[in-house]
């Protein structure tokens, strides 16, 4: 579990579980890359699907402490919520998530079409909706500016979160040392990415490792290895008459 990246899916199946005490939260879950997707997942899926509240607006003056430990929620937010946005983090949630229904509604702001401006730019509306408008209550700017680096931070975060994950599992029947040109193969034929923009949690008879292309040499790097011996080189994979 702790090297294993969950899906939406896994995440609300796992906490159900928590909640309803058949299991405990996994070791390092929290301290994991995408352990501010997972906290977002959750908490949205129990405002929605456990409480029935029709939203995060709605939450703000019912989420008490009392509420979080029976429902197995403390410790997500001591270990996640807390120390990423501090004591403001309910506010903030309550924000963000109605910025993301906003910039998943096709029918709002039809002419922003990059995701990330169209999420920035539901921020600014949600934001001056539900806690005001920064230019009429000047008192609010400071306030302003943290929740929107907060949306930096978390969306960058999610961006991370995912692209260090892409978990690659292979067949047993594949030699030994093999993965690497499956790795290459995928990049050159499925997986157009640029170097060092994705890693790879690798699991071949076993997890073998987290790598990624390097920029500079093209080659794959151990992401906890320093040593580069027994690296793969990518002239190794061209056929002669090529070379």
């Not at 260090?164 to 047993?172: M, R, Y």
């Not at 030699?175 to 690798?202: D, H, N």
Request: glycine share 6%; with cysteine; proline share 5%.
């Amino acid at each position: 579990m702790e090297t294993e990246y969950l899906d939406e899916e896994q995440v609300i199946a796992l906490y159900n579980k928590v909640r309803t005490g058949k299991r405990t939260w996994p070791t390092g879950i929290w301290t994991s890359p995408a352990a501010l997707q997972y906290a977002v997942t959750v908490f949205d899926y129990w405002i929605h699907n456990v409480m029935g509240w029709k939203g995060w607006p709605e939450a703000r003056g019912k989420v008490t402490p009392a509420s979080l430990e029976e429902h197995r929620l403390a410790d997500l937010v001591e270990s996640v919520f807390v120390p990423e946005f501090g004591d403001d983090w309910l506010d903030f949630e309550i924000v963000l998530n109605e910025s993301m229904r906003l910039s998943e509604d096709e029918a709002w702001a039809p002419d922003v079409a990059d995701r990330q401006e169209r999420v920035e730019s539901a921020f600014e509306h949600a934001f001056e909706q539900l806690i005001g408008s920064p230019k009429q209550q000047p008192k609010l700017l400071a306030t302003y500016h943290r929740f929107r680096n907060h949306l930096l931070r978390m969306w960058s975060a999610f961006q991370e979160a995912q692209a260090e994950h892409s978990v690659i599992v292979l067949d047993d029947d594949i030699e030994v040392g093999g993965w690497e040109q499956v790795i290459y193969r995928l990049e050159q034929e499925i997986l157009v990415e640029e170097p060092g923009v994705v890693s790879y949690a690798v699991w071949h008879k076993g997890f073998v490792g987290e790598y990624y292309r390097c920029a500079d040499c093209g080659e794959l790097h151990s992401q906890f290895d320093e040593d580069a011996g027994t690296e793969l080189r990518l002239d190794d994979l061209e056929p002669p008459e090529e070379r």
